[in-house]
C-alpha cells in the first residue's frame, strides 16, 4: 500500500515540475537559451496570487486568473528588456544573464513575503480522497494532476493547430528560414516567455502540495525542474513529461522508503534523488533520454 | 618601441609573461604598493582599518578561487557552475585536517567524537585541500567531458545540490548546517598566522600576517595560472573553447584537455576554500550553496574573462561590493530606504543581491571583457590621447 501511495505521490509531484519544465523547454525551443529565472518566476506569479486571494480576498479562480495575466505581462516585459539585447550572444552568456535576472527577481518577489510561508488560499484545504480504505490523496494533489493534464494538452494543440503555435514551431526548426517566411521571430520570442512565466505561476500553486502555501525558499523546490528537462532533453517536449514523472516518482519513492531502508546516506535524501538520477541519465545518454543529438558542421 | 607598448616585435616577448618592460615595471611598482599598504602603520602613514584589511584577505583569497574559474570556464569555455562544491570541499578538507576535535563526555565516562579535526599543520592541510579537490575533479571531469555547453552547465549545478547535502549530512566531519564547526588555523611551522605579533622585529595585526601570506600565495598561483594560459594546455583549452570541433580536428584531444582544465581549476578552488574559509573561522554547511557559484562566475564576468588580472579584479569587486553596499546604506538620503533589518523597503543584504544580478546582466549586455575591458579601453584612450584612434 505505501508502494501504491508513493506512486500516486510521485505522480503529483509529477505534475507539478511538468508545468515547470514546460516553460524551460519552450524557451530554450525557440530561443535555444535555458532560463534559470523560472524559479524566480515562479515566486513572483505565485505572489500575485497570494496578494489577491489573501489580502484582496477575491475568489481564488479570479486571483489565479489575474496573476497569470501578471505574469504574462512580466514575462513579456524580461524578455523585451533583458533577453532581446542578447541575441545572437553566446548561450552561455545568456544563461548567466538569465541566472542574474533569478537573483534580481528573486529579491524583488522575496521582498513581498514575510518570514513564515504564505497561504495561497486556494479552496483545497486540507480535505483528501481516500481510495480503498488506506490511499490517501489530497484534493491539492488532484488539482495539480487536472490543471497539469489540461494545460499540457491545451498546450500542445496551440502548437499543433493554431498560426501563432505553427510560428512556434518554425522558428524552433529553424529561425531564419523562418523570419523569411514571413514569421516574425520576435513574437515568438514574446510569447515564449510570457508561457512559461504563466506556467511558472500555475506551478506555484502547487509547489507545496501538503499545504498550498508559498515562501521565498521554495525556490529550491522549482529549481528541481531542470534535472527533470536536462533527463527529458532539452528540445523535446514529451521527453520533458516523462522525465517529470521519472524523477516525481522516484523522488517519491526515495521519499518513502529511503529513511529505513539506507538511513546512513542522510535526512532529505529525496531533495537531491532528481540531481543524481540526471547524472546517471547523462552519462550514458549526453543529450539526455529524448534530446536530439547536437550535428555541427565545420 | 619603449614608447609603444602595444607593440610586440618578437615572438618571445609575444609568448613572454609580461609582454613589455612597461608591464613589468607596473607589476613590480603594483606589488611594491600592495606591500606598502599592507604594512599599513608599520611601515608608512597609510594605514587601514582592520575590516578593510580583512576584507582585503578575503579578497586575495577569493582571486585565487576566481582564477581557478576563470582556467576552466574562461579559458576553457566549459561552464562551470559547480565552484561552491569544489570551494566547499577544500574547506572542509582542511577544517578536518587542520581543525581541532570537538568531544563530548557520552554514556560509560567514554569521550564520543563529535565533530572530528586532526589540528594537523598548513604545510598538510592546505597542500591536502586541494589535492582533495582535484581528485573531486578527477572523478567528475569523465561526466562533464562527454557534455556540452548548458548541459554541463546543469550538471555542474547538481553537483551544488549534492555537494550541500553530502555536508549538511556527514555530521561528524562538516558537523552539518546551522552551528557548523570551526576550521583550519592558519599556523605553519609554530608560527602563526591568525594572531597579532613581531615578524622581523615589526609589529603586525593578524590580518596583515595574512594580507602577506595571501598575496605571497596569490602570486604564486596567479603566475601558475599565467604560465597555463601561455603554455601547450593554455593553447589547447583556448582552442577548444573558441570552437571544439575545429580544436580536434587539429588533433587535440578534448577529452584529456578537459580533463586536465577540470582538476587544476577544482585544485584552485580547494586551496582557495581552505584559506578562505580558514579565516572566516567557523564552516556551516548552506554557505556553499548555488549562490556561491554564482558569486564566483560573476567575479570572472565582472572582471574579465580568461585574464588573470580579470580574475583578481573581479575578486576584489565582489568582496567590496557589501562595503560599497553597508556605504550607500549611511548616506542621509538613502538610509530611511535601505536598512540592516528586514523592516525598510529593501535591506542592505537584498541590495547586495539585486546589485548581484544587475552588474552581471550589465556587464553582459555592455561590457563583454568586464573590468579587464573597461582599463582596455581606458588605456587606448590615454594612449592615444589627444587623437581618438
Redesign the interface.
Known amino acids: 500500500m505505501s508502494l501504491l501511495q508513493a506512486l500516486l505521490n510521485g505522480i503529483a509531484l509529477a505534475a507539478v515540475y511538468s508545468l515547470l519544465a514546460m516553460g524551460f523547454v519552450i524557451i530554450y525551443k525557440s530561443m535555444q537559451v ?1 532560463s534559470f529565472a523560472q524559479p524566480a518566476l515562479m515566486l513572483f506569479g505565485g505572489w500575485w496570487v497570494v496578494y489577491f486571494a489573501t489580502t484582496v480576498s477575491l475568489n481564488f479562480y479570479l486571483a489565479v486568473l489575474i496573476a497569470v495575466v501578471i505574469a504574462a505581462a512580466t514575462g513579456l516585459v524580461i524578455e523585451r528588456v ?1 533577453l532581446r ?2 541575441v545572437g ?1 553566446p ?7 538569465t ?10 518577489a ?2 513581498f513575503y514575510d ?1 513564515s510561508p504564505r497561504s495561497t488560499g486556494d479552496p483545497w484545504g486540507l480535505n483528501t480522497f481516500v481510495f480503498f480504505g488506506r490511499l490517501v490523496i489530497n484534493h491539492r494533489r488532484v488539482a495539480a494532476i487536472v490543471v497539469a493534464v489540461a494545460v499540457l494538452l491545451g498546450l500542445l494543440a496551440f502548437f499543433r493547430y493554431s498560426r501563432m503555435g505553427l510560428a512556434m514551431r518554425a522558428a524552433a526548426f529553424d529561425q531564419e528560414v523562418a523570419l523569411i517566411q514571413g514569421v516574425s521571430v520576435a513574437a515568438v520570442f514574446a510569447i515564449s516567455w510570457a508561457l512559461a512565466s504563466v506556467l511558472a505561476t500555475l506551478a506555484s500553486l502547487f509547489i507545496n502540495p501538503d499545504l498550498g502555501s508559498l515562501a521565498p525558499t521554495n525556490y529550491v523546490l522549482a ?1 528541481k525542474a ?2 527533470v ?2 533527463i527529458g532533453g ?1 528540445d523535446s517536449i514529451g521527453g520533458a513529461l516523462v522525465a517529470a514523472l521519472l524523477v516525481g516518482i522516484a523522488e517519491a519513492l526515495t521519499g518513502t522508503y529511503q529513511s529505513h531502508l539506507t538511513p546512513y ?5 529525496s ?2 534523488v532528481p ?2 538520477v ?2 546517471v541519465v ?2 550514458v545518454r ?3 533520454l529524448f534530446g536530439t543529438r ?1 550535428v ?1 558542421r ?1 | 618601441m619603449r614608447l609603444r607598448p602595444g607593440l610586440v616585435t618578437d615572438y618571445r616577448s609575444d609568448a613572454g609573461i609580461f609582454k613589455s618592460v612597461t608591464q613589468r615595471v607596473w607589476f613590480v611598482l603594483l606589488i611594491v604598493v600592495a606591500v606598502y599598504l599592507g604594512g599599513g602603520g608599520s611601515l608608512g602613514p597609510v594605514k587601514f582599518s582592520p575590516d578593510i584589511m580583512i576584507l582585503l584577505v578575503y579578497a586575495l583569497f577569493a582571486s585565487i578561487g576566481a582564477l581557478g574559474l576563470n582556467i576552466i570556464t574562461g579559458m576553457g569555455g566549459q561552464i562551470s557552475l559547480g565552484h561552491a562544491f569544489f570551494l566547499g570541499l577544500g574547506a572542509y578538507t582542511a577544517a578536518i585536517l587542520g581543525g581541532v576535535e570537538q568531544t563530548r563526555a557520552g554514556a560509560g565516562g567514554v569521550t564520543e567524537v563529535v565533530i572530528r579535526g586532526y589540528g594537523l599543520d598548513m604545510l598538510i592541510w592546505l597542500p591536502a585541500a586541494g589535492i582533495v579537490a582535484a581528485l573531486a575533479g578527477l572523478i567528475v571531469a569523465p561526466v562533464a567531458t562527454r557534455l556540452r555547453g548548458l548541459y554541463l552547465a546543469f550538471v555542474t549545478v547538481g553537483l551544488v545540490f549534492l555537494g550541500e547535502h553530502i555536508f549538511r549530512e556527514a555530521k561528524t566531519l562538516t558537523g552539518g548546517a546551522g552551528n557548523g564547526r570551526p576550521t583550519a588555523e592558519h599556523r605553519m611551522l609554530g608560527f602563526r598566522f591568525d594572531e597579532g605579533g613581531e615578524v622581523f622585529g615589526l609589529y603586525l595585526s593578524k590580518a596583515q600576517k595574512l594580507f602577506f601570506l595571501a598575496l605571497i600565495l596569490l602570486l604564486v598561483m596567479g603566475l601558475a595560472a599565467k604560465n597555463l594560459f601561455r603554455s601547450r594546455v593554455g593553447r589547447a583549452l583556448a582552442a577548444i573553447r573558441d570552437r571544439d570541433i575545429a580544436a580536434e580536428m587539429m588533433g587535440i584531444p578534448l577529452a584529456r584537455y578537459k580533463l586536465i582544465a577540470f582538476v587544476i581549476s577544482s585544485f584552485y578552488a580547494g586551496i582557495a576554500g581552505a584559506l578562505f574559509w580558514a579565516v572566516v573561522g567557523r564552516l556551516t554547511a548552506e554557505g556553499f550553496n548555488f549562490l556561491l557559484s554564482i558569486k564566483y562566475v560573476a567575479m570572472i564576468l565582472i572582471g574579465g574573462v580568461a585574464t588573470v588580472s580579470g580574475s583578481i579584479m573581479g575578486a576584489f569587486f565582489i568582496t567590496f561590493l557589501p562595503k560599497v553596499v553597508e556605504w550607500l546604506a549611511s548616506l542621509p538620503g538613502l538610509a530611511d530606504y535601505i536598512t540592516k533589518d528586514p523592516s525598510g523597503m529593501i535591506n542592505t543584504f537584498q541590495l547586495e543581491q539585486i546589485l548581484f544580478g544587475l552588474f552581471i546582466v550589465g556587464f553582459l549586455i555592455l561590457e563583454p571583457m568586464g573590468l579587464y575591458g573597461i582599463w582596455i579601453r581606458v588605456r587606448n584612450y590615454w594612449k592615444g590621447w589627444p587623437f581618438s584612434y
Do not use: C, T
Request: aromatic letters at 14%; charged letters at 10%; hydrophobic letters at 60%.
Open positions: 535555458l533583458f539585447p542578447m550572444k548561450v552561455f552568456a545568456v544563461a548567466i544573464m541566472i542574474g535576472l533569478d537573483l534580481s527577481i528573486r529579491v524583488f522575496g521582498n518570514v529549481l531542470l534535472p528537462v536536462v532539452l546516506v542522510g535526512q532529505n535524501f531533495q537531491v540531481y543524481l540526471m547524472f547523462l552519462l549526453p543529450y539526455g547536437e555541427e565545420v
